[in-house]
């Protein structure tokens, strides 16, 4: 899809008229100026790293402590986290999020402890210099529409949360131009069962405020919110019980959005021990 789409913009959004657009086009400039030289050098150095380490534990430190900041800095926005207390240390999670805008990715990359990896469309391996960098930080890449590339995404999830590594999907398969929430797709939390780790649900506010799905890189400053959830426990379910466990996710997370209470367990129960395959 094109990269501009204005029009789809809701009309409120000011850079939807010209006037607008010429006034904030040269700090745009600048910012995608700086986007692109921060990408230029960190991006070799934690390929580097990660050659000469063979982790991508460096790199994701990289990422959080130096990438994320300074992108979501150079946005202009603020960012507000709140429910770390939620998170364990030492804990594994699926992280499901609602998707808003490219802008979510350094967002939750600053608002959640490293080491955190991403569940990403097989598109962005072939993106020169963003693919190579995802491979650096362990991104596991998922082919949209394909059954089988699907279910290699969710055995490879599984392996990853197993070995201790939280790891971030957008459930609803791409950005919302409303920032309304769509419904998730219901094979990743098979992973978190096969796992037997728990599904945290994180709801982004606001991120679409500063570069909306349509708008480019028309950067304009605004505060960003994480809201983390209670982790969902899936000891007990079943792959078979993947839609009741992604029903689950989505109100935890739709209620996040709205700042309402989350209950700290799934209005679900488990029909049926844990067999078979995910997909």
């Given at each position: 899809?094109p990269?501009?789409?204005?029009?789809?913009?809701?009309?409120a959004?000011?850079?939807?008229?010209?006037?607008?657009?010429?006034?904030?086009?040269?700090?745009?400039?600048?910012?995608v100026?700086?986007?692109v030289?921060?990408?230029?050098?960190l991006?070799?150095?934690?390929?580097?790293?990660?050659?000469?380490?063979?982790?991508?534990?460096?790199?994701?430190?990289?990422?959080?402590?130096?990438?994320?900041?300074?992108?979501?800095?150079?946005?202009?926005?603020?960012?507000?986290?709140?429910?770390?207390?939620?998170?364990?240390?030492?804990?594994?999670?699926?992280?499901?999020?609602?998707?808003?805008?490219?802008?979510?990715?350094?967002?939750?990359?600053?608002a959640?402890?490293?080491?955190?990896?991403?569940?990403?469309?097989e598109?962005?391996?072939a993106?020169?210099?963003?693919?190579?960098?995802?491979?650096?930080?362990?991104?596991i890449?998922?082919?949209?529409?394909?059954?089988?590339g699907?279910?290699?995404?969710?055995r490879?999830?599984?392996?990853?949360?197993?070995?201790?590594?939280?790891t971030?999907?957008?459930?609803?398969?791409?950005?919302?131009w409303?920032?309304?929430?769509?419904?998730?797709?219901?094979?990743m939390?098979?992973?978190?069962?096969?796992?037997?780790?728990?599904?945290l649900?994180v709801?982004?506010?606001?991120?679409?405020?500063?570069?909306?799905?349509?708008?480019?890189?028309?950067?304009?400053?605004?505060?960003?919110?994480?809201?983390i959830?209670?982790?969902?426990?899936?000891?007990?379910?079943?792959v078979?019980d993947?839609?009741?466990?992604?029903?689950?996710?989505?109100?935890?997370?739709?209620?996040?959005?709205?700042?309402?209470?989350?209950?700290s367990?799934?209005?679900?129960?488990?029909?049926a021990?844990?067999?078979?395959?995910?997909?």
């Open positions: 899809m990269f501009f789409e204005l029009d789809r913009l809701p009309s959004d000011r850079r939807r008229r010209p006037w607008d657009l010429l006034i904030w086009l040269p700090l745009n400039v600048l910012q100026l700086s986007f030289l921060v990408c230029a050098v991006i070799p150095a934690a390929l580097l790293v990660r050659a000469l380490t063979r982790s991508a534990r460096p790199a994701m430190w990289m990422a959080h402590h130096w990438w994320a900041p300074i992108v979501v800095g150079g946005g202009l926005a603020r960012l507000r986290v709140s429910g770390r207390e939620s998170l364990r240390a030492g804990q594994a999670y699926l992280v499901v999020a609602n998707h808003q805008s490219y802008f979510d990715i350094p967002v939750l990359c600053a959640l402890p490293p080491p955190l990896h991403f569940l990403a469309d598109s962005i391996r993106a020169p210099g963003f693919g190579q960098f995802g491979a650096a930080v362990g991104m890449f998922l082919r949209k529409n394909s059954r089988l699907a279910g290699r995404a969710v490879e999830l599984a392996d990853y949360l197993r070995q201790g590594r939280t971030v999907v957008f459930p609803e398969g791409t950005r919302s409303d920032g309304e929430m769509r419904p998730f797709f219901p094979a939390p098979a992973a978190a069962v096969l796992a037997d780790a728990e599904i649900p709801a982004i506010v606001n991120s679409r405020a500063v570069m909306p799905r349509g708008g480019g890189f028309l950067f304009r400053p605004a505060t960003v919110e994480v809201r959830g209670q982790p969902i426990p899936t000891r007990g379910f079943a078979e993947r839609e009741a466990l992604t029903r689950a996710a989505w109100e935890a997370v739709n209620e996040l959005r709205g700042g309402a209470p989350v209950r367990q799934p209005a679900v129960q488990p029909v021990p844990a067999r078979g395959d995910p997909i």
